[in-house]
């Protein structure tokens, strides 16, 4: 049962009071609490009570700026987390959880506990509060792209340049700790992240955070289980279609690292939907070669000299043609982030890669002729123009054979074609993903030219080995050449000086495999190169920083600069996240090339002592041919010697044979008997003991049924007696039942007459009122008629005097007959009154009888009078 003091202990404890628990000792009392709601059923109201408790606790107790005080509340919250509910948890996430994951002092424990309350919430299946769970859900994901710092937003960046260094490092932890969440939940609950997801993906402006989740989402421990269903969600659709109308360069750099990272997941757990993605993602492929550096525009390139707009616009717009986007989709598209002057277009050569590794010959075949390919596919294209008007021909095969040039001859471009290559099975069936990630590099000449090099390589160097790129890249043994530095930036004129040789000094260093070492490193900008935004006007402005900074000529170059460092910034990420998981799959590679290598070593030497155990064993061989020759020559000669007796001897094992097979015959003729008479014999002994057991039992049962037999007899009997007396009972009812009927035809009667006598005496008023004017009219009439008139009152008179003395008689006989029927009824009703209460003596009798003691005689059955 819930313990009614916890609430007191929990007080005590934050208010550190004298005689208040350890930590660990009030974790434990929980523990226990959460243990007994476990095992009792219906325990909501209580932990209902137990969370208004804490709440008043939290309002009257708790200190935000206490950070012991958040750390001991959260470790109560994480340990009652079992029997919170989601909807308990997300009350918490403003008061507590939120605050504990913006702040960077937090011991890492207390963030854990508010990360797994967080996650427990998300996870938590619970139809009630399915609703409030999936809007808690939505408010995460939100939370991350529109509270957390944005790389891809130019008014982030200025923000957070003028930010001090606490509060940066708190929006550091903030998103940290909110893209965690997001990790671990998706590593649980893959298909809901992945969902929503989607759903913020048509936003455009949350399109570039968004694939910088995914990327960091591809690089968790279970990711094999999200990428597995993947391609069943209409999540990669929106990436495919991203990557097809987006003219963001960025994003589609990220996109495309995403679906380098996925391509192997899919070769492994989804082979049948790669299979059918593969035309769309050629003709991605196809859009990158496509893709071409934008040129700058006026408003980008700040020069003295005019320069004809639309000239310039013209040109654009044949260099790099905007595709429509075709009206059967509904897609924003994304258009450039940063404000950059000449950015440069994703690479397609790890997308290459990859595919080429795959599906070489289809890879090839599209590249002959990318539209033909793609309409036998029955793709059809994303753009209101046609395959043919969308893809330059030009322009991918003179990307295509650069490509092709620097990566090696798949092998199995002899053997398969590309029909054949998608009908049998892939020779990449059974690699995991660390092979094929490993393989997959290794076609690219340049990664190859290092790999042949560590391992051929013996104490002197190979200039033949050596990468196309830059020499910077060999493992030269000889002493390395002196380190140089690059020269800082000068700003002190106003203006960034920056030499062309420095900054391609610079480039070629970062680019290469060089070990760097950064000198005065800083977390924030110069100053100097924000001197522009300083001196504004200070007439207010409700434009955001970066708009105010481009409506500024004089500082142009400085909203430049902060596009090109942020998407630099990001795509530097970008390719670190993608070099660290090359880097994770490589060594999972090289740990499994390590065991195989183990493995050889141990077969060799195994093979090493099989090869010295063959010598021995050809010794001995060449000794036993030698005297298996002297035994035949020994057995030849005793064959001819012997050769009258073995035919003897055959006949005689001829006839034993034949006497033995009929010994054979006739034992086998008896145990067949033997066998049938022992499962007989076997079965009437089943049969008769079941027999017995039935016996048994039926005996057994009789014995114990037998006094409920006798009392079955009884209540038969009794049964039968109360049959009679109910026979009786309604033969009496039914009698009843006439009386009351006739009873009530009498009263019918009596009400008539009663109506017939007050329409009768009704009707000798009116008489004796036509009398009494029938006289007036005799007295004034004349008087030879007085003789008819007496005869007429007479004649009139005797009938009616007649009927009054018979309706008198009938009164006075139908009231003697409802006085006698009164008095039946009345009779009636005291017999039906002495039968109920002896049906309830009997019932009573009946209920007190024990079962196995002798019927009594019924009371029913005794005479008694009837009234």
Not at 77 to 103: K, N, Q, T
Not at 403 to 423: G, M, Q, S, Y
Request: net charge negative.
């Amino acid at each position: 049962m819930p313990n009614p003091a916890l609430p007191r202990l929990v007080r005590s404890t934050l208010e550190n009071a004298p005689d208040a628990l350890s930590l660990n000792d009030l974790l434990s009392v929980i523990d226990e609490f959460v243990l007994d709601c476990a095992s009792a059923e219906d325990q909501e109201p209580e932990i209902n009570q137990l969370g208004e408790d804490l709440q008043s606790i939290y309002d009257e107790v708790v200190d935000h700026s206490c950070l012991q005080q958040t750390e001991i509340f959260l470790a109560i919250l994480y340990h009652l987390g079992p029997v919170l509910s989601s909807i308990s948890v997300i009350s918490w996430f403003d008061l507590v959880l939120r605050p504990a994951l913006r702040e960077p002092k937090l011991p890492t424990q207390a963030v854990s506990h508010a990360k797994e309350l967080i996650i427990s919430a998300l996870q938590k299946a619970n139809e009630i509060y399915a609703d409030k769970v999936r809007d808690f859900r939505r408010r995460l994901l939100e939370l991350y792209l529109l509270d957390a710092f944005n790389e891809s937003s130019g008014d982030d960046v200025l923000e957070w340049a003028g930010l001090d260094e606490e509060e940066r490092i708190k929006r550091t932890h903030w998103k940290h700790n909110l893209e965690d969440i997001l990790v671990k939940f998706g590593n649980e609950r893959p298909e809901d992240l992945l969902n929503e997801v989607d759903q913020h993906f048509a936003t455009r402006s949350s399109r570039l955070q968004l694939l910088t989740l995914l990327n960091v989402f591809s690089c968790a421990p279970n990711f094999a289980t999200a990428a597995e269903i993947l391609p069943k969600l209409p999540l990669m659709q929106s990436l495919l279609l991203s990557l097809f109308l987006d003219n963001s360069s960025t994003a589609c750099t990220l996109g495309v690292t995403l679906i380098v990272k996925l391509l192997p997941f899919f070769a492994v757990h989804a082979r049948e939907d790669l299979k059918s993605m593969l035309p769309k993602l050629l003709a991605i492929l196809a859009r990158i070669m496509c893709w071409k550096q934008r040129r700058a525009s006026k408003d980008r390139v700040p020069t003295g000299d005019e320069v004809d707009v639309d000239f310039e616009k013209e040109l654009e717009q044949e260099t790099n043609p905007v595709l429509t986007i075709s009206p059967e989709i509904t897609w924003d598209r994304l258009e450039m982030v940063f404000n950059v002057a000449t950015p440069m277009p994703p690479s397609s050569r790890p997308y290459f890669t990859i595919l080429y590794y795959l599906y070489p010959s289809n890879v090839l075949k599209f590249l002959r002729d990318p539209a033909q390919y793609l309409t036998d596919s029955n793709t059809p294209s994303p753009y209101l123009e046609s395959w043919k008007d969308a893809l330059d021909q030009d322009e991918i095969r003179r990307r295509s054979e650069n490509l092709v040039r620097e990566h090696n001859c798949h092998p199995l471009l002899i053997w398969r074609d590309a029909i054949v290559e998608l009908e049998q099975r892939e020779f990449w069936m059974k690699y995991d993903i660390s092979r094929i990630v490993s393989e997959a590099a290794m076609l690219d000449i340049r990664n190859l030219a290092v790999g042949l090099r560590a391992r051929y390589i013996s104490g002197r160097p190979s200039p033949s080995l050596n990468p196309p790129e830059s020499s910077s890249t060999t493992s030269d043994p000889r002493p390395p050449p002196e380190s140089h530095s690059i020269k800082p930036i000068d700003l002190s004129s106003g203006k960034a000086v920056i030499s062309l040789q420095d900054m391609i000094d610079t480039t070629i260093a970062l680019k290469s495999k060089l070990d760097l070492e950064v000198i005065q490193p800083t977390s924030q900008w110069p100053h100097s190169l924000f001197s522009a935004i300083g001196v504004s006007s200070p007439e207010p402005n409700d434009l955001p920083p970066m708009a105010t900074l481009e409506q500024d000529p004089n500082s142009l170059h400085v909203a430049q600069a902060i596009s090109g460092l942020q998407r630099e910034v990001l795509l530097l990420r970008n390719d670190l996240n993608f070099e660290l998981w090359l880097s994770r799959e490589n060594a999972k590679h090289i740990a499994r090339l390590y065991q195989d290598r183990i493995l050889m070593k141990t077969a060799e030497t195994e093979r090493q002592g099989l090869y010295n155990k063959l010598r021995k064993y050809r010794t001995q061989v060449t000794r036993l041919e030698k005297e298996l020759r002297d035994h035949k020559m020994q057995a030849s000669n005793a064959k001819n010697k012997y050769a009258d007796w073995n035919a003897e001897l055959q006949k005689k094992l001829k006839e034993l044979r034949d006497e033995k097979k009929s010994w054979f015959l006739e034992a086998a003729t008896l145990r067949t008997a033997e066998k049938e008479a022992r499962a007989l014999f076997d079965a009437q002994g089943k049969l008769l003991a079941e027999a017995s057991k039935q016996v048994f039992d039926l005996s057994t049962q009789k014995k114990e049924n037998q006094h409920k037999i006798d009392r079955l007899h009884d209540y038969e009997r009794q049964i039968e007696q109360h049959i009679k007396v109910q026979s009786m009972w309604d033969e009496d009812f039914a009698k009843f039942k006439e009386q009351e009927n006739d009873i009530s035809v009498m009263r019918s009667q009596y009400k008539q007459m009663t109506l017939r006598l007050e329409s009768m005496e009704a009707a000798q008023v009116e008489l004796e009122e036509l009398a009494r004017g029938y006289r007036r009219q005799i007295q004034t009439l004349e008087a030879q008629l007085a003789q008819m008139r007496r005869k007429v009152t007479t004649n009139s008179r005797t009938p009616f005097v007649e009927g009054m003395a018979a309706l008198q008689l009938e009164k006075v006989a139908l009231s003697e007959t409802n006085t006698k029927l009164r008095e039946e009824n009345q009779v009636l009703k005291d017999e039906v009154e002495e039968l109920q209460a002896m049906v309830q003596l009997l019932k009573g009798q009946h209920s007190r009888q024990s079962l196995i003691s002798e019927p009594r005689a019924s009371p029913i059955l005794s005479p008694r009078p009837f009234h």
